[in-house]
């Protein structure tokens, strides 16, 4: 059986279903709902959640069925298709240490080995490892597996991070040379990457630049949608959400270039007639993609890192080795070094469109501590 109980204030509804045929158990859960209508939806939503708990092993599953049921009841409905295979991959080792495991004997200590056991073996992505755990026990309160106290992820830390792949970027005496050495790669591949220098751009973003986005009058551009790829949806252009959309300015001769691209973008469009196919986003409505094949459709994102992994081979006695990122992070530490004028790190945050300020104190500390030093030497004139 199950009912709905109205509470009096905030538009809040009571959600009652009792399970189990024998000495049935009564399960709840507090919602917000703009009716009573919807609400009746979440019921049924609440109904098929512990519908489906109930395939697991008794009340007292295994780790690993309950992962499997976290991946397919939770991860899959609420997490983009990206997101989800990334999980599968990091799962691999999570699973195989707890293979053994109930969900309830997992205690903080095991949590702790589970961690000191990836260090040992030098694996990175040690903090959404953290996430991953942290959800899927999260999730097991919420569907009532285990209670609040059982809960082992309330006592563990993040982790620290450690990856060793070596993070670097250009100064600003570099960027002669490389703009010099960029005249190897087509005008589509220089655009790119200048793109992610100057406007200190991730992948997926310039990737994802469609016609809509640019105001040549302006030299601005919106960063509002990413372009993703998965085994499962293949391209997707997915917007940003709203609190992380931003707008950039781009240096005037960079947006020259770009609108000359474009112009040769739409001329090309007219050539290929019916044969342009083009590209839609999530919402089904089409777009123009600025960096695309002949036929309108986006390039791929990893291959992006592709030519620029070949780029960094071809010249690396000319210029040191970075990733692709990197050069967005060497668009905020020359804005930061070499600006005549105080450029603040909540303008950079921004720029950069790092949710929390501190995200961009942690990567940028090395030229606070070069601004720290320049402090310091305006007081020798005293001594």
Request: zero cysteines; aromatic letters at 10%; charged letters at 30%.
């Amino acid at each position: 059986m199950a009912h709905i109980q109205e509470l009096v204030k905030n538009k809040k509804y009571k959600l009652v279903v009792e399970i189990g045929k024998v000495g049935r158990k009564r399960r709840t859960r507090t919602v917000k709902a703009s009716g009573i209508k919807e609400a009746r939806k979440l019921l049924r939503d609440f109904e098929n959640e512990l519908d489906e708990i109930a395939h697991l092993d008794s009340s007292d599953p295994m780790f690993v069925s309950f992962v499997n049921l976290w991946m397919e009841s939770y991860v899959l409905e609420k997490l983009e298709p990206p997101t989800y295979e990334n999980y599968e991959n990091l799962l691999t080792h999570i699973n195989r240490f707890f293979k053994d495991y109930k969900l309830k004997d997992i205690k903080p200590f095991h949590i702790d080995e589970f961690f000191n056991s990836e260090i040992r073996a030098g694996r990175a992505s040690l903090p959404l490892k953290y996430d991953i755990l942290t959800s899927i026990f999260k999730q097991a309160v919420r569907w009532l597996i285990i209670d609040e106290k059982q809960n082992p992820m309330q006592s563990i830390s993040i982790p620290k991070y450690t990856n060793k792949q070596h993070k670097d970027h250009y100064r600003a005496n570099e960027i002669p040379i490389l703009l010099d050495l960029l005249s190897q790669l087509d005008e589509r591949q220089q655009l790119i990457v200048k793109l992610a220098l100057f406007g200190g751009l991730r992948r997926g973003e310039v990737a994802g630049i469609a016609s809509d986005v640019i105001d040549f009058n302006n030299n601005k551009i919106t960063i509002k949608r990413s372009l993703q790829v998965s085994k499962s949806k293949g391209l997707r252009l997915k917007e940003t959400k709203s609190e992380d959309t931003r707008t950039i300015t781009i240096p005037q001769k960079l947006m020259n270039e770009l609108h000359s691209y474009y112009i040769k973008k739409l001329n090309l469009r007219m050539e290929m007639g019916n044969l342009w196919k083009g590209f839609k986003d999530i919402n089904r409505q089409d777009v123009f993609m600025l960096f695309s094949n002949e036929y309108g459709i986006p390039i791929r994102p990893d291959s992006i890192t592709q030519f620029w992994n070949r780029f960094n081979e071809r010249n690396k006695d000319k210029i040191r080795r970075i990733r692709f990122h990197d050069l967005r992070h060497s668009s905020a530490t020359i804005i930061l070094s070499t600006s005549n004028t105080p450029i603040t790190m909540k303008t950079v945050q921004k720029r950069l469109g790092h949710k929390d300020i501190k995200t961009t104190l942690k990567f940028y500390s090395h030229v606070t501590e070069e601004d720290d030093r320049k402090a310091s030497d305006i007081f020798n004139e005293f001594l």
